[in-house]
């Protein structure tokens, strides 16, 4: 079995290619990933040492470059969690993540349909659904909740899964999608909510709460979201939607303060912030299609995933402060000082 990780080199796609290498020896893993500002190949520098990875450096959205990997390869199984990732940056610069999450998407697919028909995954996310009232706690997304997005990065996500059902029903391509809610643990990137706030707290600097800090998301342990698409690529009907989520719903605010006292510092480096624009309210994952069809449950509690992924970060403090020391400080800067 041949196995193509795009965006194996990010947060998700990277504990994916740790999980598969350490559960299926025999499968061959190709990563393909661009190395954006979110690639990072110190992460798959342990992959690397394993003579069944192989890693590539591309475009998704480069149609030549991917019909020619296809070419080389013949993949079993296509896994797609290449995508611009970041809600923030694409209220700032939308189109790349249209070219990435779209584009890249039907290029995907393209090369699957010309390849071999080969089985497609998705990965997709709950943020398709749009969100949920603060007042309505009965209210949960299912795979029928209609598609309703918020954000240039919502709306690209949206658009790449409907893109996906569409070469189901028109060329019949084997295809199944995941949407999972808010992932955390190893390799986070450090602009995200939780890695943000460890990293900025160990450095005693404030932490930037956005509007009142009572937004909701729902937070499952990475390596949860891994066994899920293990699941849905073996054994997931083909045409199918699943969500994956583990109903560990909790305020931004609660997560600040909870990593907060792990930590032991003060809550006075909470600092409020301008809102995000269009600010999503509550997100709330209801997975009992994939516990029902595949016998999938989160197995990882929040108290025992937030305790490990601190670890984690005081653990391998070069891999966060090499991504904090370069680029990024441009970034920060831009997105937080007027805040
Ligand atoms: P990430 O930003 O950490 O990683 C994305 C990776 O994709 C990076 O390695 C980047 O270099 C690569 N990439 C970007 N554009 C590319 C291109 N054009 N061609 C090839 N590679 C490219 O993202 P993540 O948090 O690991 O998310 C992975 C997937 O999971 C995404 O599709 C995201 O929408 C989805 N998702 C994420 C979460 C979450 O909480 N992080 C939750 C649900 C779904
Ligand atoms: O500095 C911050 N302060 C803050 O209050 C940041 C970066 C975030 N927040 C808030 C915004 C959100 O309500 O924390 C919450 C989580 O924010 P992010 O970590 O940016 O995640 P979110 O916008 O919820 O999107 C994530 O989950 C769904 C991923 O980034 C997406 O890729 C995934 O699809």
């Excluded at 699957?112 to 398709?128: A, F, L």
């Excluded at 209210?139 to 990065?153: D, G, N, V």
């Excluded at 670890?311 to 000082?337: H, T, V």
């Amino acid at each position: 079995m041949k196995i193509l990780v795009t965006g194996g080199a990010g947060f998700i796609g990277a504990n994916f290619i740790y999980y598969m290498l350490d559960k299926y020896p025999e499968y061959d893993i190709v990563c393909l990933d661009k190395l954006t500002y979110a690639g990072n190949l110190s992460t798959l520098e342990k992959a690397m040492q394993n003579a069944k990875f192989k890693f590539v450096k591309g475009d998704i959205a480069d149609v030549e470059f991917v019909n020619n990997l296809f070419a080389q390869e013949k993949f079993d199984i296509v896994v797609n969690f290449a995508a611009e990732s970041h809600v923030d940056r694409s209220i700032e610069d939308p189109r790349t993540f249209l070219i990435t999450n779209i584009l890249g998407t039907q290029t995907l697919m393209d090369a699957c349909r010309k390849y071999g028909n080969i089985r497609y995954h998705q990965v997709s996310t709950d943020e398709v659904y749009g969100d949920l009232p603060l007042d309505r706690l009965d209210l949960f997304f299912t795979e029928t909740t209609p598609i309703h997005t918020s954000s240039p990065y919502s709306s690209s996500k949206a658009g790449a899964d409907l893109l996906v059902l569409a070469y189901y029903r028109t060329y019949g391509l084997p295809v199944t999608i995941s949407r999972c809610s808010n992932n955390y643990g190893p390799y986070h990137f450090p602009e995200k909510l939780i890695p943000l706030m460890i990293s900025r707290a160990l450095a005693n600097k404030s932490l930037p709460v956005y509007g009142n800090g009572l937004n909701v998301r729902d937070w499952l342990y990475v390596e949860d979201h891994c066994r899920a698409i293990d699941l849905i690529i073996h054994r997931g009907k083909i045409g199918e939607v699943y969500n994956v989520g583990g109903h560990n719903e909790r305020t931004n605010i609660d997560i600040v303060k909870i990593i907060l006292k792990e930590l032991n510092k003060p809550e006075s480096l909470i600092t409020y912030v301008a809102d995000r624009k269009g600010h999503d309210m509550r997100y709330a994952i209801d997975p009992t299609k994939i516990y029902n069809e595949l016998g999938w449950l989160p197995t990882t509690t929040f108290q025992e995933g937030i305790k490990k992924t601190i670890d984690w970060y005081l653990k391998n403090e070069k891999w966060w402060q090499d991504i904090l020391s370069g680029e990024y400080q441009n970034y920060y800067k831009k997105m937080y000082e007027q805040k």
